[in-house]
């Protein structure tokens, strides 16, 4: 057996001891999860995993449960092992650790935030000290405050608190120049009104630009003209000064201050002239009382300019650790790559269901303490990963299990008329193993209808078991016209079926629902937004009608269900008579 066909088996065998029966679509995740070379021949893949599910579909319960035997599944660890996992940081004293959550409120927070979030947030309480969250916006092209809104929102969504109020890097401005006083004096730091072209030329060749040569007193001049707003963008720049031969070429001179002259969302136009992330991540984290701080290793080539300058300030060192970014595979999280999509209206917003912002994961059912577990299982480690949603929803699943309600759904679905059977009345559980749940009524009456693969499956003269009701034998068929739950009407098969017994064990058990008791509803399952060449999947949100039990139409929105043998499905919106769910997993 190769690889592909015996992941096939095993996700195929899983997926029916799961729903009681395998779908393809829901063991197709699993397969390109473990074999995303597949990817390029989706078609043919799921040809083979309908094959395995038919075979599949036919072993009785002591077949399947032998051949499962045969695997092993990577279940994820608890949350009280895996999400309370100690991390260990250089150069901690108890008590006395504080870190920094220090966003640019320049888009909505996502995943990568998260990330940086808990691992800040969890090294302060594991060491009896605290967080602080500082707002790092001294970029106004980019920053509103309506992504401060969004990152506070999200953080405490997150269940992250921080000590005292959040600080913002623009409201010390007027501190930031006098650092960059001192650093003129100090003769290590100069005013460059070179081209931004020569600029760049010189740092590639290691050259010195002449503006180097001038005396402390003209660069203190030129800095004053800068913050007066007497150059225009790109006319002057304060750089600090390095050396121009380091083999480091961050050290070549690098920009501590430029001309921005768009108005700023905090502090209006009443500057101009504003400091790097270089220049004032240093600083503050410094004089904030900062002892551990973490950014992703992107910027690891940095830390010598951030050591440079709190030296040369006289300032109190921070340690400096550095972490991967955290990205989702086939969900895009920068701006560049989102706004398009919105504009295009191949997305609805940053909060679509497909996408790994805050919003989208809270619209879709994920769990903070979901997030939590698969954030900090990365740990602090410097290697680069890109998932795909499968860790986190797994995470998810294990959390959600235990509250979900269990209803019926009946999608793609085929009316089944039933001779002889008997209306019930049916009290059902509410959750199998959580008898303080309740039960629900569902009403047991012919003509009913059931899931169109299920119905697909059925031969002549099969018995199947009508969940919790009673088993039938399909005796015959016929077409009429059908109402369906997408509201349009089509000529369809009906199955007809006899009554055979309330009781006795069938194998193939069918989800159902009456036609006098069911409400409309769709489903949107989410994929990968982005193919491996980023380019956009048009196939990434499916629509998935059908009849869901009348009582999902109590469910405030934002509740999760489990659509049993379908899926955990999250109430989206209830508009009329029509119910919308997003898919949470299989």
């Known amino acids: 057996m190769s690889g592909l066909d015996e992941s096939i088996t095993k996700w195929t065998l899983h997926n029916a001891r799961e729903f009681g029966s395998a779908q393809p679509p829901k063991v197709l995740g699993k397969v390109l999860a473990e074999h995303p070379e597949c990817k390029k021949d989706v078609k043919g893949t799921l040809a083979k995993i309908g094959q395995e599910c038919a075979r599949v579909n036919a072993l009785g319960k002591e077949e399947l449960d032998k051949e499962l035997s045969l695997f092993q599944f990577d279940e994820p660890k608890p949350a009280d092992e ?14 006395r650790v504080v870190t920094r959550f220090p966003p640019e409120p320049s888009g909505f927070p996502h995943i990568g935030h998260a990330k940086a979030a808990f691992l800040d947030y969890e090294i302060a309480k594991q060491n009896g000290g605290y967080m602080r969250l500082r707002m790092d916006d001294t970029n106004p092209e980019k920053e509103k405050a309506e992504f401060v809104d969004a990152l506070v929102d999200g953080l405490k969504w997150l269940g992250i608190s921080w000590e005292g109020e959040i600080t913002y890097t623009s409201d010390r401005m007027e501190e930031f120049y006098a650092y960059a006083d001192e650093l003129i004096l100090k003769h290590k730091a100069y005013v460059c009104t070179c ?14 630009c002449l503006c180097r040569t001038q005396m402390a007193e003209d660069h203190i001049l030129s800095f004053r003209k800068m913050i007066a707003g007497k150059f225009p963008e790109g006319g002057a720049v304060l750089r600090y000064r390095g050396h121009m031969k380091a083999e480091n070429t961050v050290m070549r001179d690098p920009t501590l201050f430029r001309i921005i002259e768009a108005p700023h969302y905090r502090q209006g136009a009443n500057y101009k002239c504003w400091p790097s992330y270089d220049f004032e991540a ?11 701080a973490l950014r992703s290793k992107e910027y690891e080539l940095r830390d010598e300019l951030y050591y440079a300058l709190q030296k040369a300030l006289d300032l109190r060192p921070v ?16 701006k560049r790559l989102i706004t398009p ?15 790994p912002t805050l919003a989208a994961l809270r619209r879709r059912g994920i769990r903070p303490q979901a997030i939590r577990q698969f954030v900090l299982s990365f740990g602090l480690s410097k290697v680069e990963s890109e998932p795909g949603w499968e860790k986190l929803l ?9 509250t979900a309600l269990r209803r019926f759904f009946v999608p793609l679905p085929v009316k089944l008329e039933v001779s002889g059977a008997p209306a019930r009345i049916l009290a059902l559980k509410n959750h199998p193993q959580n008898a303080s749940m309740g039960t629900r009524s569902l009403e047991a009456s012919s003509p009913l209808f059931i899931p169109g693969r299920d119905a697909a499956a059925l031969t002549d003269g099969e018995v199947f078991r009508l969940k919790d009701w009673c088993n039938v034998k399909l005796s015959g068929k016929r077409e009429e016209e059908v109402l369906m739950p997408d509201g349009s009407k089509s000529v369809s098969p009906v199955l007809l079926c006899e009554f055979v017994s309330e009781s006795g064990d069938v194998s193939k058990k069918v989800q159902w629902l009456s036609d006098a008791h069911k409400a409309r509803a769709c489903v949107f399952v989410p994929g990968d937004l982005l193919r491996a060449d980023n380019s956009y999947n048009p196939d990434s949100l499916q629509t998935v009608w059908g009849w869901a039990e009348p009582s999902c139409a109590q469910l405030a929105p934002g509740t999760t269900v489990q659509f049993e043998r379908f899926g955990f499905a999250t109430l989206d919106k209830a508009e009329g008579d029509m119910l919308s769910f997003i898919q949470v997993s299989d």
């Open 82 to 95: 895996e999400g309370e996992r100690k991390i260990t940081v250089p150069d901690a004293v108890q008590g």
């Open 319 to 334: 340690r400096m650790l550095s972490i991967s970014r955290l990205a989702i595979a086939g969900a895009p999280i920068s």
């Open 341 to 355: 999509l919105i504009t295009e209206g191949k997305v609805s917003g940053y909060d679509d269901p497909r996408l």
């Open 195 to 208: 081209s931004p072209e020569d600029v760049k030329k010189g740092r590639e060749k290691g050259e010195e």
């Open 394 to 402: 797994s995470y998810n699943r294990k959390l959600i299990d235990a």
């Open 282 to 292: 240093p600083i503050m984290d410094s004089v904030e009382g900062i002892t551990h």
